[in-house]
């Protein structure tokens, strides 16, 4: 197992967070963490995940920026930091 | 303007001239609309129904099909064939009335959470909160269904917003219908993939639907006349790779064909396009091509490395990726095992007895339909035997249910589809198990004149799950004996549809011709043995070279 630490930007719609959990989930993580906060005058969130799986978060990632609303997502592993798309 | 009135305005300005659904509560307005509407309103006789015409008139047409529900049961009657566009992503807008805003979350008459419901099988979903977010939500939901990899947009909308006056309109169609992909081609990944396949000395091209979606038809079948690389296809890529090519293996995986599944067993590299090494595909997943380097050519970055680690990827467009790195091969041992392979595992038609031989039959219609037919099939042995001995000119001209293989897909798929190409023959091979699922849509055919065959290939059990109670549960039939069918020629004469049955060989040809004449809906009820098996079988969890030919 192993904990991986997501910052997420997306729009703020009444339905992303609930695609967000539904689809982290799914794909066989477990949320261990999570802080949300609206940015840019409410039209957007920054969520920050925190995810615990032996399955490759890279395969979460892509799978999450599936989703419309979901605009950028940063990983950032305990021991590295990785930055990507 | 009402919001009903601006919502069908605006799926007329994006060229939907066709929906599938059925009214309610929540939903009158919309009907009230459509009263007076252009757009052609096809009733169903479940919401079910309707989501799968709307599937099967999007995978037949490549444009976005329309379903239309009423809140709470009508809207749940829908997730199945959502699931079912979800998993073999077809473009499909489903719109649900909602009840009133005010009423919502308060447990009102008829009210469900359908968005709740629907996150797992929908690609994206709105409630509409405004009239005047309309026009976008509905614009929005067409681009996204048809975008990218292509998928189910829900827009729940409820009454008080269908009945708000509104002056605002639509911006008119932005980009029209017809899949769009985003280009990402990258000119390394490029080289590295012509490098892999010019240097394989075992090749195989592995087609998935994702080919057809992306309108790749051609540039698939020049990559492969140019390369002369040996290929197989999923039961969504039927149609793709011409059925006559030389090099061409048939369908791969659980029911693929011996060529097909030693082939890709013994490959050194595989191509895969638009496919997603689907575990009915993969066999024992370890065990797949497993000493295979893999491109993987797809529009999904999520499907790449899902399931099987690849050598390298290609993300895009496959109109622009295909042509960019079809390059020759000289392969010519290879070739000739493939070949030698495809003569000496070619299907037996011959068969001993008096009874009818569902592939020998299937085979024959095959042949005798003209090349524009679209069939469907629902799901069981009847469409394992449809997909292995039927050929196909296009794959939107075989549409089944396959990321869900939900029953009851058939008879609906192809009043859509006879809807979306009213001038082509449109077949529907079920099983009598399957039929009963959604036999209520006999009444669509009644109402519209729909001239859908159906072949209903009956053998009084629901066979696959029979065949594997024989092979895998010691021939214990819990719940797979259906003897007690109705009388299905009958069960038609009450929808004044002409139907009959046969029971032996040399009715077929005759039969089937009458079929195919017939000016109208005909139900043609093929009397099968009950113990006949779909051949090859690749047991659960085994590798896919394991196949089986017989009950041991
Ligand atoms: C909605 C749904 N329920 C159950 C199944 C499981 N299932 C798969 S094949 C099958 C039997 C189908 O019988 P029939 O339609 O008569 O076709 P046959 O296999 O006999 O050709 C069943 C029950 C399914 N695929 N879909």
């Not at chain 1, 005058?41 to 609303?69: A, F, G, H, P």
């Not at chain 2, 499909?92 to 009840?99: K, P, R």
């Not at chain 2, 009598?432 to 009444?443: C, T």
Request: aromatic share 6%; with cysteine; charged share 20%.
């Amino acid at each position: 197992m192993q904990q991986h630490n997501l910052t997420i930007t997306a729009k703020h719609q009444p339905v992303v967070l609930e695609r967000l959990l539904q689809v982290t989930r799914y794909r066989g993580f477990n949320v261990v963490g999570m802080t949300m906060f609206p940015v840019s005058e409410l039209e957007q969130l920054t969520i920050e995940l925190s995810v615990v799986s032996d399955k490759s978060v890279d395969n979460l990632k892509n799978q999450l920026l599936k989703i419309i609303d979901i605009e950028q997502i940063k990983v950032e592993d305990q021991a590295l930091q990785k930055f990507m798309a | 303007m009402t919001g009903a009135e601006l919502t069908l305005q605006i799926l007329q300005q994006h060229g939907v001239d066709s929906v599938f659904g059925y009214p309610g509560g929540a939903i009158m307005p919309l009907y009230d609309a459509i009263y007076d509407s252009p757009i052609k309103h096809f009733l169903c006789r479940h919401e079910q129904g309707a989501a799968f015409a709307a599937v099967g008139y999007a995978r037949a047409s490549k444009k976005v099909g329309v379903c239309l529900a009423t809140s709470g049961p009508g809207a749940t009657n829908l997730i199945t064939g959502l699931a079912d566009a979800m998993s073999d992503s077809v473009p499909v807008v489903a719109i649900t009335g909602q009840v009133p805003t005010v009423a919502m979350g308060s447990d009102a008459f008829q009210e469900v959470d359908i968005i709740g419901l629907s996150l797992a099988v929908t690609k994206h979903c709105v409630q509409v909160t405004n009239v005047e977010d309309i026009p976008t939500a509905i614009e929005e939901a067409i681009s996204i269904a048809l975008s990218g990899r292509m998928g189910p947009v829900l827009i729940d909308i409820p009454k008080d917003i269908q009945v708000a006056e509104t002056q605002v309109g639509g911006k008119g169609p932005m980009n029209g219908n017809g899949p769009t992909a985003v280009d990402c081609h990258h000119d390394l990944a490029i080289e590295q993939a012509k490098t892999l396949i010019s240097q394989a000395k075992k090749p195989v091209l592995y087609v998935g639907g994702g080919v057809g979606m992306a309108d790749a038809v051609s540039e698939l079948r020049e990559f492969s006349q140019l390369s002369k690389i040996p290929s197989v296809s999923t039961l969504k890529g039927l149609g793709t790779v011409a059925a006559d090519d030389e090099y061409y293996l048939g369908m791969l995986g659980m029911h693929g064909t011996k060529a097909a599944n030693y082939a890709v067993q013994q490959c050194d590299l595989l191509i895969a396009v638009g496919a997603r090494f689907d575990d009915r595909v993969t066999g024992k997943l370890k065990e797949f091509a497993s000493n295979a380097k893999v491109i993987h050519f797809d529009i999904d970055q999520a499907e790449v490395n899902k399931r099987r680690l690849v050598d390298v990827a290609l993300l895009g467009d496959l109109k622009v990726n295909l042509p960019a790195t079809a390059v020759t091969t000289d392969i010519a041992p290879w070739q000739q095992y493939c070949r030698r392979m495809i003569i000496d595992f070619a299907w037996q038609y011959d068969h001993p007895g008096e009874k009818i031989f569902a592939p020998a039959l299937l085979n024959k219609l095959s042949q005798l339909m003209p090349d524009t037919t679209v069939v469907t099939t629902d799901v069981g042995q009847h469409q394992m035997w449809t997909a292995q001995h039927m050929a196909f000119a296009q794959p939107e001209n075989f549409l089944s249910s396959g990321g869900q293989g939900a029953m009851g897909f058939g008879l609906p798929a192809a009043i859509g589809a006879q809807v979306s190409r009213p001038n082509d023959t449109v077949i529907a091979v079920s099983g009598d198990g399957s039929f009963m699922m959604n036999v209520q849509e006999l009444a669509t055919l009644k109402r519209y004149g729909i001239p859908v065959k159906i072949v209903l290939i009956d053998n009084a059990r629901l066979g696959m799950v029979r065949q594997w109670q024989q092979i895998f549960f010691e021939e214990r039939y819990s719940e797979t004996d259906l003897s007690d069918n109705p009388d299905f020629v009958m069960l038609a004469q009450a929808f004044d549809i002409k139907g009959q049955v046969i029971t032996t060989k040399q009715q077929v040809d005759a039969a089937l011709k009458e079929m195919l004449a017939h000016d109208g809906p005909y139900l043609l009820q093929v009397r099968i043995d009950e113990l006949d098996n779909v051949w090859p079988l690749v047991p659960p969890n085994a590798a896919n070279e394991a196949m089986l030919e017989s009950v041991k």
